[in-house]
């Protein structure tokens, strides 16, 4: 009654079973695989300690920048250069922008620091001017920003002046010096942004500082959620290969049997009587017509 599955035909469906099954297995396997690595994550960042109690270290001491050191007070000597303004940004639901210096250090690469934050648009709000001459500035370390980190205006067209993401990829076509690969937020935005000789506006103190970005992959987002969604999606998909298989043995093994009982050729042999009948009556309606 299977000999069924030896034909060619069936060969091809099992074969696409016989793939198809440990593929979406192992998919599955994968997307939870990476769900329990941002629950580890998560949970290994909450027993850390608070990025910001840790000792301040110079910034070559901690890049790259990853889920350890991202957050890590760093320490940077050099003069601000170079400012821009970062739209779109909000704080405290407010919208507003960043105040961003490069701060070119004497290794003559430069370290994009975030002053502080203002509200309103580039260019109808004061701002307040970086201090000259030397500084030292101490600042929480982040990654780069990129497509997927919120607020990013990746869209271009910005007025002169202007960046809409911190990153060493974008900051480098703006500026005729080496950018390190990751940036600093300052939490005292005090008139100096900055300890050494150099002196700095008092409004400096109308900045407020923004807070540094949790790293990402760190916790338990909506990505994280996406990853246990799709381990969902890939076991249903396998069940389900599963499921179609045994239906199509099931239907295939019925007819095998209809046809040994004879139950097909009955049913055909009605249908051809019961169609014979009609071209009957047809013939003699014609006929007496």
């Given at each position: 009654m299977y000999r069924f599955l030896?034909?060619?035909?069936?060969?091809?469906?099992?074969?696409?079973?016989?793939?198809?099954?440990?593929?979406?297995?192992?998919?599955?396997?994968?997307?939870?695989?990476?769900?329990?690595?941002?629950?580890?994550?998560?949970?290994?960042?909450?027993?850390q300690p608070a990025p910001g109690t840790r000792p301040a270290k110079p910034i070559d001491e901690l890049l790259p920048v990853?889920?350890?050191?991202?957050?890590?007070?760093?320490?940077?000597?050099?003069?601000?250069a170079d400012q821009f303004l970062v739209p779109g940004r909000k704080l405290d639901d407010k919208s507003g922008f960043y105040v961003l210096n490069m701060l070119r250090t004497d290794s003559?690469?430069?370290?994009?620091?975030?002053?502080?934050?203002?509200?309103?648009?580039?260019?109808?709000?004061?701002?307040?001017?970086?201090?000259?001459?030397?500084?030292?500035?101490?600042?929480?370390?982040?990654a780069s920003e990129n497509a997927g980190t919120a607020g990013v205006d990746t869209a271009g067209g910005l007025p002169d002046g202007q960046l809409g993401m911190i990153s060493a990829a974008s900051l480098i076509n703006l500026v005729p010096y080496d950018v390190y690969d990751a940036w600093v937020t300052l939490q005292d935005t005090g008139a100096d942004s900055g300890t050494g000789t150099g002196s700095g506006d008092k409004a400096a103190g109308a900045l407020r500082p923004v807070p540094a970005a949790a790293a990402q992959g760190t916790g338990l987002d909506l990505k994280a959620f996406q990853n246990l969604g799709y381990t969902g999606e890939w076991f249903v998909f396998a069940g389900f290969v599963l499921f179609m298989w045994f239906r199509l043995v099931r239907r295939e093994?019925?007819?095998?049997?209809?046809?040994?009982?004879?139950?097909?050729?009955?049913?055909?042999?009605?249908?051809?009587?019961?169609?014979?009948?009609?071209?009957?009556?047809d013939a003699v309606g014609s006929g007496t017509a």
């Open positions: 030896l034909t060619p035909r069936w060969w091809g469906i099992n074969l696409f079973v016989v793939l198809a099954i440990p593929f979406c297995v192992f998919m599955g396997t994968w997307q939870l695989g990476r769900f329990e690595d941002r629950v580890q994550t998560h949970d290994a960042a909450e027993k990853d889920t350890v050191t991202s957050g890590r007070p760093a320490t940077a000597t050099g003069r601000y003559g690469k430069a370290l994009p620091v975030v002053r502080g934050w203002l509200p309103g648009e580039p260019g109808s709000t004061a701002v307040p001017a970086a201090p000259t001459g030397e500084v030292t500035v101490t600042g929480d370390l982040q093994a019925e007819a095998a049997r209809d046809l040994q009982l004879g139950l097909v050729e009955e049913e055909e042999t009605e249908t051809e009587a019961e169609s014979g009948k009609g071209r009957s009556k």
